[in-house]
């Protein structure tokens, strides 16, 4: 007879909805990817959710991984992340090669964030199985000190995510399962900087103008929706191995908003907003694109102990550059260059299952920066990082698992060398410095089935 989700659980999950439409937000895979979307695979660094080798939460990684469990259940997760991210400078000068006012930063720019998700097996009886993920995938923020060095590069930095991405998976053959997914996808971002009206000023002969003591802002915001899909395929090769392989696609973001001038009050702003028409609030459009990947994975269990590793390829190339877009035809468009490069992850991971209830997971990985050492800019201060994790799953009752994980993250130094000469960094000066960076991530997942 087939089992479904009860209904009081469906009505729980549609408020869901409404409770994963907060900021997700971070910068802890490459570039602006996030990976936490599972305690029981943060354990072994997401080495086995590829192969199906944790629980439900491995749809996320393989949605043909739902195939693998035989009741409906209801999956909630917490991610609690910690960074250290500071900015070390070695020198700045503006357009006229004098010495950037303002403080050299220093302090913490990452804030403390709370990432959540959601997974549900509504039916879990049938050769065919539906289910339900929503989560984050894409995120980061950053908070630069105002009056900092950088400012004109970078303030307040924030893109946030939220995906429903319903799935469907089906036995194809005696031990071999295929799934797929339609990703729909908000994005929402945030981006302020300093304006320095004082060298625009000095360097069209305005009298009283003076580099870097006539700051105004600029605040743009937007968000749009966008669809995608996934789809994998996982094999039982024998009674203790799997392999998976998956898909996800890229999901272009065409994003539209409002920009905001904060003007100089010695009146600089004021003077160029009416001689060239510019500087003055707007809608604003702008795209980005999430990148395609493609993962492999494979899991084993010899007695207590279980082996799991996995290989996944990001297309980051996609990402050339960060244009906004001005509806106000007097003002020439926000552009950073980013040229981001194609990255890889390689996850390995072991587990012991202690005792029946009591399974023990440990794992290491190394995750490349898609961001080049000449583009690396104050909102995304991304380098390659070293993970290392251990976690922990409790089966509390016949029909409820809890799990723990926790993550240490160790990135590379990431030495910032933006030029007046690079693009669209004429009045944002000469920046010059390194960003150090750390992370710690704690989990915790609790998994009812039915």
């Not at 393989?62 to 997760?77: D, F, K, M």
């Not at 879990?124 to 339900?132: L, N, Q, V």
Request: charged share 15%.
């Amino acid at each position: 007879m087939e089992k479904y989700l009860p209904l009081g659980w469906l009505k729980i999950l549609m408020l869901g909805f409404l409770f994963f439409n907060v900021p997700l937000v971070n910068l802890f895979a490459s570039g602006f990817g996030l990976l936490e979307h599972s305690a029981a695979a943060m354990g072994t660094c997401y080495s086995g959710g590829v192969s199906g080798g944790n629980d439900l939460t491995d749809m996320f990684y393989n949605p043909a991984a739902l195939s693998l469990h035989s009741e409906p259940e209801v999956t909630l997760g917490f991610s609690q992340i910690t960074t250290d991210s500071k900015f070390k400078l070695s020198s700045s000068s503006n357009v006229f090669k004098q010495k950037m006012s303002g403080n050299a930063g220093g302090a913490n720019i990452a804030p403390q964030e709370t990432i959540p998700s959601l997974f549900a097996n509504i039916n879990g009886s049938s050769e065919t199985r539906f289910g339900i993920s929503i989560n984050g995938p894409w995120g980061l923020e950053s908070n630069n000190p105002n009056g900092w060095v950088g400012r004109y590069y970078a303030l307040n930095s924030k893109v946030a995510s939220l995906n429903i991405t319903p799935t469907i998976s089906h036995k194809i053959g005696d031990s071999t399962y295929f799934g797929c997914g339609l990703q729909v996808q908000k994005m929402t971002a945030e981006l302020s900087a300093a304006i320095d009206f004082g060298s625009i000023g000095a360097a069209l002969k305005i009298p009283t103008a003076k580099p870097g003591l006539q700051d105004g802002s600029s605040k743009i915001s937007g968000d749009s929706w966008g669809t995608g899909f996934t789809c994998g395929i996982l094999s039982e090769i024998s009674q203790n191995a799997k392999i998976g392989l998956s898909y996800r696609s890229s999901i272009k973001n065409n994003l539209s908003g409002n920009s905001e001038f904060t003007l100089d009050s010695s009146g600089i702003g004021k003077i160029l907003s009416a001689t060239s028409g510019a500087f003055k609030n707007c809608g604003v459009t702008s795209s980005i694109t999430t990148p395609e990947s493609f993962s492999f994975g494979m899991s084993g269990n010899c007695g207590k102990f279980g082996i799991q590793g996995s290989l996944s390829r990001t297309r980051w190339s996609c990402f050339k550059e960060l244009r906004v877009n001005f509806d106000n035809r007097a003002q020439a468009p926000s552009v950073l260059d980013e040229k981001w490069r194609d990255t890889s992850m390689a996850s390995f991971g072991l587990t012991y299952a202690a005792t029946d209830r009591l399974i023990l997971r440990t794992g290491v990985s190394y995750d490349e920066s898609p961001v080049p050492n000449l583009t690396r800019n104050p909102s995304i201060p991304d380098s390659s990082r070293h993970w290392f994790s251990f976690g922990m799953g409790f089966k509390a009752t016949e029909n409820t698992t809890l799990e723990l994980g926790f993550a240490h993250l160790s990135f590379d130094d990431a030495p910032v060398d933006l030029l007046i000469s690079g693009v669209g960094n004429q009045f944002r000066g000469n920046l010059i410095g390194d960003f150090t960076t750390s992370v710690n991530i704690l989990s915790l997942q609790a998994a009812r089935n039915f």
